[in-house]
């Protein structure tokens, strides 16, 4: 057989493996070794927000070479906290997407303030606690999506000034940390407003990677 018509049925090999390829399989470099869907806190422009990017770049830094991927949680982050209930909606679609197309991306879920909120839907922990309940809450997620996830990350989460920090209750317990700025209003009984706004700076995304990076 001549050499153009091996080259020519190795061709043909090749379009007929693409073709029957099985759907929603991915190819490895369409997907990251690891992706952080990061909800921002309110009022911060679209994408991962100060927090979420500070927390990426410590965490992009330990990763040792891997490849790393963000993703901000689509959602309003405005004055109507009853929307955070469409960030946890957003997040749990992206779960789901990237368990079908990336099934061996480490997914890294996150959030800051109402962005932490968000992240407590998923958890099956009242974002607020339990005096206000599931009010403008999302079902949280099932329990093969949350197994998808192998660490999570939230910062001046309002659910701990209520008991309910991610640390430790909820579907994610023991794979999250639940970070909260002494003094921080919104996740403590504190008073000192400015520390709401120190997460973006040591020691807390370092600390916090340091935690994701070990369980990832």
Excluded: K, W
Aim: charged letters at 15%.
């Amino acid at each position: 057989m001549s050499m153009s018509r091996i080259a020519s049925l190795v061709g043909i090999l090749a379009a007929v493996t693409v073709l029957f390829a099985p759907v929603g399989t991915a190819r490895a470099d369409d997907c990251p070794d690891v992706e952080v869907i990061f909800a921002r806190g309110t009022g911060e422009p679209p994408g991962v927000g100060r927090v979420g990017q500070a927390f990426a770049d410590a965490l992009a830094a330990r990763l040792g070479g891997r490849t790393m991927d963000t993703y901000g949680v689509n959602y309003p982050a405005s004055l109507n906290f009853l929307a955070a209930a469409s960030g946890a909606d957003d997040a749990a679609a992206r779960i789901a997407d990237m368990g079908v197309r990336c099934p061996q991306t480490s997914l890294v879920l996150g959030g800051f303030s109402q962005g932490a909120a968000a992240v407590s839907m998923l958890a099956g922990v009242p974002p607020v606690g339990p005096r206000i309940g599931s009010i403008g809450s999302a079902p949280p997620l099932p329990p093969a999506s949350a197994g998808q996830v192998a660490a999570v990350a939230v910062f001046g989460n309002p659910g701990a000034r209520f008991g309910s920090p991610l640390s430790s209750t909820g579907q994610f317990a023991g794979r999250a940390i639940d970070v909260c700025s002494g003094g921080d209003p919104i996740c403590s009984a504190g008073r000192d407003r400015a520390a709401h706004s120190a997460y973006e700076r040591p020691p807390y995304p370092d600390q916090v990677a340091a935690f994701v990076a070990g369980l990832i």
